[in-house]
């Protein structure tokens, strides 16, 4: 087994995952253990595409195959976040200060019951639900926001049409910003 990829600036390679269906609600899960709630995602080995690690990721953390999704998307290069000085694990090597993303937008074709939280060797989740498409900006851990904002901004032309986007966006504005 091979390590992460990490850049030379400290950045693993990863891929994030959002699942959205017909109704355009999106696919948000919580940490096996934790308080916490995300998007599906995971790092890119040295010998897969980040397309590759799209497919591996969304098999071992939601279950989910080819068969069950169509990729209507994706960012056009890295975004990235950068981990508090909390998280970073000085005594490994390379150091990784954070997280180099492209993040894919998928159109779910499956059934609710498709999704299998226990296919991978650890189980990274315990539960999932369908949110509203900007909720989980207000929601993801605070040093993810950033990158979840600027994720789910660019690939909002896939899921709304012109009008009904800016009319989302500004309704999770108010909701949350007053």
């Known amino acids: ?5 990490i850049d030379s600036d400290g950045y693993r390679a990863n891929v994030g995952i959002i699942i959205r269906n017909e109704r355009g609600r999106v696919f948000w899960a919580k940490r096996v253990g934790q308080e916490a709630w995300q998007f ?3 790092g890119i080995k040295p010998d897969e595409s980040p397309r590759e690690a799209l497919f591996r990721e969304l098999y071992e953390e939601v279950g989910l195959g080819p068969e069950h999704v169509e990729v209507t998307g994706w960012t056009r290069g890295w975004l990235r976040y950068r981990l508090p000085n ?3 694990r000085r005594n490994c090597t390379p150091l990784c200060i954070g997280q180099k993303q492209i993040w894919y937008m998928l159109r779910f074709l499956g059934n609710e019951a498709d999704f299998e939280l226990d296919r991978g060797r650890k189980p990274e989740f315990e539960r999932w639900r369908w949110v509203s498409y900007w909720h ?5 851990v605070f040093f993810k926001r950033g990158v979840y904002r600027r994720a789910l901004r660019e ?7 012109e009008g009904r986007r800016r009319q989302s966006y500004r309704r999770y504005q108010q909701r949350w910003h007053g």
């Open 155 to 161: 690939l909002a032309p896939l899921v709304f049409p």
């Open 40 to 42: 599906p995602q995971g």
């Open 136 to 140: 989980p900006i207000h929601e993801v």
């Open 86 to 88: 909390r998280y970073v």
């Open 1 to 5: 087994m091979t390590g992460p990829v």
